[in-house]
């Protein structure tokens, strides 16, 4: 499992681990887990041609068994040598409901590698007071701690938004913070440190220690403070149209809006797939914090007549401001496209309740 808070960039690690691994020779099955429907990584994976399993309604901890069936459904599809498992990014304690089950029921079956959390490094150096910036309540950074506290290996990504010795401090705040943990450094997008990181994970076994306690009461809370919106949008114009533009455009609008609703973003994350032609491309677009530029980490290779648009968005703040942000900036979309929202869910995620949890595999 590659686990880590919203924004992150597990998504894109996933996907480094898996051509990584199919480049070997190697067979690979990625499992995608949401609260909600209709993902944006999902959608992402699939483009790039990985066989792919989603389990949308709840995290794997509470959807356990939904986890070991689309495991049997991509043994049966494609026989994957190694499962890769994406955890919903405002989830935790997985290792007492996820890795130890897995372990002690399927042991058989699976061999489970260390955990991989991974870090963004800007959110981690204003949660711990190295940086200044946009805030999450207690309750919620309860939920990040806890994420870091049951790591085997913490992973900060996208080390070239930091200087050299911010990094520095950075990885030794981490490191005293959370001593169980090996700390490394990577950039998922430009590869560096990702050969060394994969070295820690591929055939290797996580390690038995006593798993951490949890407070399913303040973990329940802090999740709930989380809004949580999915959408899909029909877009069709008259003549064609660029995505990058009509990204941006968006994502733009959105990220103002719920500046001025103090809505603390986590992630907000696009796709936008060509009806027809362009087969396998998508756009895709990223906003991960209030403070943040929206980046287009994909673009289409050429302009588009229509096309399916997919929209995840997470912050701390009321789903209903959610939902508002973006109803009203798909209404306001360039003049030459009509916008027709085919499915919207908004909510808050209900009190996690784990299939199983095991603390000791004695």
């Not at 079956?109 to 309540?137: H, T």
């Not at 700390?183 to 591929?202: M, P, Q, Y």
């Not at 290797?204 to 899909?232: C, F, H, K, P, S």
Request: net charge negative; hydrophobic share 40%; aromatic share 6%.
């Amino acid at each position: 499992m590659i686990g880590g808070f919203l924004g992150a960039g597990k998504t894109t690690s996933v996907a480094a681990l898996a051509q990584h691994l199919s480049d070997q020779g190697r067979k690979v099955g990625l499992i995608t887990n949401d609260q909600g429907r209709e993902l944006v990584d999902t959608a992402m994976l699939r483009s790039k041609g990985f066989a792919t399993e989603e389990i949308p309604g709840g995290c794997f901890c509470c959807r356990f068994n939904s986890l070991v069936d689309a495991a049997g459904k991509l043994t049966v599809s494609t026989r994957p040598d190694f499962f890769i498992a994406e955890p919903v990014g405002s989830c935790t304690d997985l290792v007492a409901t996820v890795t130890y089950p897995l372990r002690r029921i399927y042991g058989d079956d699976f061999s489970i590698a260390p955990l991989s959390v991974l870090v963004d490094p800007i959110r981690a150096s204003r949660i711990f007071g190295l940086a200044e910036g946009g805030q999450f309540s207690k309750k919620v950074i309860y939920i990040y701690r806890k994420q870091l506290e049951e790591a085997d290996l913490i992973v900060i990504n996208k080390t070239d938004l930091l200087e050299a010795d911010e990094l520095t401090t950075l990885a030794n705040t981490l490191k005293t913070e959370f001593p169980q943990a090996e700390v490394l450094h990577i950039s998922a997008r430009t590869g560096e440190g990702i050969n060394e990181w994969f070295a820690r994970i591929i055939d290797a076994e996580q390690i038995t220690r006593n798993v951490m306690e949890v407070d399913y009461e303040v973990y329940a809370e802090g999740e709930a403070l989380l809004g949580w919106l999915n959408a899909t949008v029909q877009l069709n114009a008259e003549e064609n149209f660029e995505a990058k533009a009509v990204l941006q455009h968006l994502a733009a609008d959105i990220q103002n809006q719920l500046n001025e609703e103090s809505a603390e973003i986590a992630h907000l994350k696009m796709t936008l797939s060509p009806d027809t032609g362009l087969d396998g491309n998508v756009a895709i677009i990223n906003l991960i914090r209030n403070d943040f530029v929206p980046e287009l980490s994909a673009d289409l290779d050429g302009p588009i007549e229509s096309g399916q648009l997919i929209i995840n968005l997470r912050a701390e703040g009321d789903p209903d401001t959610l939902r508002q942000a973006v109803e009203k900036g798909v209404a306001k979309v360039p003049e030459n496209l009509t916008a027709k929202l085919d499915h919207l869910e908004h909510f808050r995620p209900g009190k996690p309740e784990p299939t199983h949890r095991i603390t000791d595999l004695a």
